[in-house]
């Protein structure tokens, strides 16, 4: 059974997106059933070429992303979500839909806070170092996420050990 993850940051335009790709990507590679998901709760409607560039640039096939609301998945018919994660300080200050878990219930939820890469200063080389810093971050805990046995773990045990992933 796929494990369902949702990435979100208010619009949706890079590290979230970073997130998604980064999770599909390794998870892919290691053979792990995990799909990522990324929304917002203000979507921007577009992707920060930046974040494009950083993922393709590491090999990640980026067609499909888009910019989307948070409101996708809370809809009936939406993935069945096991781990809701936050990835910047104001998505996780808002209040979030509810999002429906599979057979086990809400799902976890957890905040990895990352600097915006959008509002790096300096050069557009500046700027991509930025983001690609980011990314490997993102992968960093992504990686760590992906060695979890995430079809045994019930919710509490599986916020406690996201959370503790967080302190990385």
Same mark, same amino acid.
């Given at each position: 059974?796929?494990?369902?993850?949702?990435?979100?940051?208010?619009?949706?335009?890079?590290?979230?997106?970073?997130?998604?790709?980064?999770?599909?990507?390794?998870?892919?590679? /290691?053979?792990?059933?995990?799909? %990522?998901?990324? +929304?917002?709760?203000?979507?921007?409607?577009?992707?920060? &070429?930046?974040?494009?560039?950083?993922?393709?640039?590491?090999?990640? !096939?980026?067609?499909?992303?888009?910019?989307?609301?948070? !409101?996708?998945?809370?809809?009936? *018919?939406?993935?069945?979500?096991?781990?809701?994660?936050?990835?910047? !300080?104001? %998505?996780?200050?808002?209040?979030?839909? =509810?999002?429906?878990?599979?057979?086990? *219930?809400? &799902?976890?939820? =957890?905040?990895?806070?990352?600097?915006?890469?959008?509002?790096?200063?300096?050069?557009?080389?500046?700027?991509?170092?930025?983001?690609? /810093?980011?990314? $490997?971050?993102?992968?960093?805990?992504?990686? $760590?996420?992906?060695?979890?046995? /995430?079809?045994?773990?019930?919710?509490?045990?599986?916020?406690? +050990?996201?959370?503790?992933?967080?302190?990385?």
């Amino acid at each position: 059974m796929t494990t369902h993850v949702l990435i979100l940051c208010t619009h949706n335009s890079a590290r979230s997106v970073l997130g998604e790709g980064m999770l599909n990507h390794l998870a892919g590679k /290691l053979g792990k059933e995990v799909r %990522a998901h990324s +929304a917002g709760s203000a979507p921007s409607g577009r992707i920060n &070429p930046f974040a494009i560039e950083a993922l393709d640039n590491a090999g990640i !096939d980026t067609r499909g992303c888009r910019s989307k609301s948070w !409101d996708e998945f809370s809809r009936d *018919g939406a993935p069945p979500l096991a781990v809701v994660i936050t990835v910047c !300080d104001s %998505a996780a200050a808002e209040p979030c839909p =509810v999002f429906f878990g599979g057979s086990g *219930g809400p &799902p976890a939820k =957890v905040h990895w806070g990352y600097t915006d890469p959008s509002n790096a200063e300096g050069s557009e080389e500046d700027k991509r170092r930025a983001f690609e /810093l980011t990314r $490997q971050a993102i992968g960093y805990r992504m990686l $760590q996420l992906l060695a979890l046995p /995430l079809e045994t773990l019930d919710r509490k045990a599986l916020e406690a +050990a996201l959370a503790e992933i967080g302190k990385s």
